[in-house]
């Protein structure tokens, strides 16, 4: 069984700028057989990251406020914080709920708000509580991505505005981080009671702690190509102090040491640096993150297994680095661009056949429970692969002939021309239309948010193709 860790080393060996040709086919093709021979040894459970710990693994928060009152208590845990809500703006009743400015009292409970003045949007978070407020159009976005045009939640003082949260909706919010939420009215101050997970699990079963001590200030070390990039996604690739080879982006992780392959990293290495927390993905043996627990380092995994999957992973890993707006600012992005390409798609009229090709000999290519199958079925069209019934099949000619593709996709590294320039290929649509086209596997095979790029432009072929 071939799995997608084998993408995050073999790709810059048929990396089109790597100057990949035919005469290394040799070296290549032994290399793929070496890592299929240590994916088939590597089993990664189908936990999903992210999920709760426990229902007892929770941070109590409670919030006392008082409509017209300026100040107001909040106690987290056993630490009792007593507050006061900025100058002008008091809390206040909005039909049966209490709304008050979201600020002050998100980050006397520990949490964070972040205007991004680029975006006019305000992105909060408390742990894996989070969600987003867009000024521009006055909208509120979920923890789940749902939208609702929310003007009440801003209100002006003079020359100065500011956000306020309703005790209705910070409910919502908790109750789809998978906490939970009670209020109560006495004598006109209003309790509220958060119960808010503070331990989540990795797809390994590994807890994690959701408020971390170290919050955004972890040592870091990745042991995957494609975990620096979220890393640096995240705004924490000054963090990391040691990747695994082949982590070649962005520029500046060219930069970081190594400590050998991600398959087989320098146990000596990882002791000498004492790295806070070491980020694991399938490909990594099971023996390795076993040896690290042993030797007491904490090992967080992910293992997305589709798009959503990916952009689900990166929220979950921003929560373990304690940076969850960052987290869900780069998750809410990508969501909206997956969104408007399957919303594309559903104006085809038909689905046109997509052949991707990541090696010419033997042609090999990428099935069902892959990202690339993923991506053409967003994109609006029809693996010719999935029918091998594999995910990474070896097809033959007549296989990829029969099937006629419209669109051909070359992530090996050898060029369009490779394709186009076949005898035997001359008859398929794409070739004789035009459609096919080379892409550097980064944007395919790399659990980051640069697949959305390679969704963007599977979808473009596909759109092209689809045109009388």
Same mark, same amino acid.
């Given at each position: 069984?071939?799995?997608?860790?084998?993408?995050?080393?073999?790709?810059?060996?048929?990396?089109?700028?790597?100057?990949?040709?035919?005469?290394?086919? +040799?070296?290549?093709?032994?290399?793929?057989?070496?890592?299929?021979?240590?994916?088939?040894?590597?089993?990664?459970?189908?936990?999903?990251?992210?999920?709760?710990?426990?229902?007892?693994?929770?941070?109590?928060?409670?919030?006392?406020?008082? @409509?017209?009152?300026?100040?107001?208590?909040?106690?987290?845990?056993?630490?009792?914080?007593?507050?006061?809500?900025?100058?002008?703006?008091?809390?206040?009743?909005?039909?049966?709920?209490?709304?008050?400015?979201?600020?002050?009292?998100?980050?006397?409970?520990?949490?964070?708000?972040?205007?991004?003045?680029?975006?006019?949007?305000?992105?909060?978070?408390?742990?894996?509580?989070?969600?987003?407020?867009?000024?521009?159009?006055?909208?509120?976005?979920?923890?789940?991505?749902?939208?609702?045009?929310?003007?009440?939640?801003?209100?002006?003082?003079?020359?100065?505005?500011?956000?306020?949260?309703?005790?209705?909706?910070?409910?919502?919010?908790v109750t789809a981080s998978g906490g939970t939420m009670t209020s109560s009215v006495s004598n006109g101050l209003t309790s509220i009671v958060l119960q808010i997970p503070s331990v989540m699990k990795d797809v390994l079963g590994y807890e994690h702690e959701t408020f971390p001590a170290k919050a955004g200030k972890m040592r870091l070390v990745t042991l995957a190509p494609n975990l620096a990039e979220n890393c640096f996604a995240l705004g924490r690739?000054?963090?990391?102090? @040691?990747?695994?080879?082949?982590?070649?982006?962005?520029?500046?992780?060219? +930069?970081?040491?190594?400590?050998?392959?991600?398959?087989?990293?320098?146990?000596? +290495?990882?002791?000498?640096?004492?790295?806070?927390?070491?980020?694991?993905?399938?490909?990594?043996?099971?023996?390795?993150?076993?040896?690290?627990?042993?030797?007491?380092?904490?090992?967080?995994?992910?293992?997305?297994?589709?798009?959503s999957g990916i952009v689900g992973a990166i929220r979950s890993l921003s929560v373990v680095l304690g940076v969850p707006d960052r987290g869900f600012e780069v998750a809410l992005s990508m969501h909206r661009s997956i969104a408007r390409v399957a919303e594309a798609a559903k104006?085809?009229?038909?689905?046109?056949?997509?052949?991707?090709?990541?090696?010419?000999?033997?042609?090999?290519?990428?099935?069902?429970?892959?990202?690339?199958?993923?991506?053409?079925?967003?994109?609006?069209?029809?693996?010719?692969?999935?029918?091998?019934?594999?995910?990474?099949?070896?097809?033959?000619?007549?296989?990829?002939?029969?099937?006629?593709?419209?669109?051909?996709?070359?992530?090996?590294?050898?060029?369009?021309?490779?394709?186009?320039?076949?005898?035997?290929?001359?008859?398929?649509?794409?070739?004789?239309?035009?459609?096919?086209?080379?892409?550097?596997?980064?944007?395919?095979?790399?659990?980051?948010?640069?697949?959305?790029?390679?969704?963007?432009?599977?979808?473009?072929?596909?759109?092209?193709?689809?045109?009388?």
């Amino acid at each position: 069984m071939l799995r997608r860790g084998y993408w995050n080393r073999i790709e810059r060996h048929v990396d089109p700028t790597a100057g990949c040709r035919p005469a290394g086919g +040799k070296r290549i093709i032994w290399l793929v057989l070496a890592v299929i021979m240590v994916s088939m040894l590597v089993t990664v459970p189908a936990t999903q990251a992210g999920s709760v710990a426990s229902a007892a693994s929770m941070l109590r928060v409670s919030l006392n406020i008082r @409509a017209g009152q300026s100040t107001f208590v909040v106690t987290i845990g056993s630490k009792r914080v007593a507050g006061s809500f900025p100058k002008g703006f008091v809390p206040v009743e909005l039909g049966t709920s209490l709304a008050f400015p979201m600020r002050a009292l998100i980050e006397a409970a520990g949490g964070v708000v972040r205007f991004e003045r680029s975006q006019n949007t305000a992105y909060f978070a408390l742990g894996p509580v989070a969600g987003a407020y867009e000024f521009g159009v006055r909208t509120l976005v979920d923890s789940s991505y749902r939208t609702s045009v929310r003007k009440d939640l801003v209100r002006a003082s003079g020359k100065t505005g500011t956000l306020y949260l309703s005790d209705e909706i910070l409910k919502g919010l908790v109750t789809a981080s998978g906490g939970t939420m009670t209020s109560s009215v006495s004598n006109g101050l209003t309790s509220i009671v958060l119960q808010i997970p503070s331990v989540m699990k990795d797809v390994l079963g590994y807890e994690h702690e959701t408020f971390p001590a170290k919050a955004g200030k972890m040592r870091l070390v990745t042991l995957a190509p494609n975990l620096a990039e979220n890393c640096f996604a995240l705004g924490r690739g000054s963090n990391i102090i @040691a990747t695994s080879e082949y982590t070649d982006y962005p520029e500046e992780a060219k +930069k970081i040491p190594t400590v050998g392959a991600f398959s087989n990293p320098s146990l000596e +290495k990882l002791l000498v640096l004492s790295p806070d927390l070491i980020l694991v993905t399938d490909g990594t043996p099971l023996a390795v993150v076993e040896r690290l627990r042993k030797m007491g380092r904490q090992v967080y995994a992910d293992d997305p297994k589709s798009l959503s999957g990916i952009v689900g992973a990166i929220r979950s890993l921003s929560v373990v680095l304690g940076v969850p707006d960052r987290g869900f600012e780069v998750a809410l992005s990508m969501h909206r661009s997956i969104a408007r390409v399957a919303e594309a798609a559903k104006k085809l009229t038909r689905k046109p056949a997509v052949y991707v090709e990541i090696w010419n000999s033997p042609l090999t290519s990428a099935g069902k429970g892959t990202f690339v199958s993923d991506l053409i079925s967003i994109a609006g069209g029809s693996n010719i692969a999935d029918e091998a019934n594999t995910p990474w099949p070896v097809l033959s000619e007549e296989y990829v002939i029969s099937h006629n593709p419209d669109v051909i996709v070359v992530a090996s590294g050898m060029g369009a021309g490779d394709v186009s320039g076949r005898t035997a290929f001359s008859t398929t649509n794409a070739v004789k239309q035009g459609h096919v086209y080379e892409m550097s596997g980064d944007y395919i095979f790399r659990p980051s948010p640069r697949i959305i790029k390679g969704l963007e432009l599977i979808a473009d072929y596909i759109q092209r193709a689809s045109r009388p």
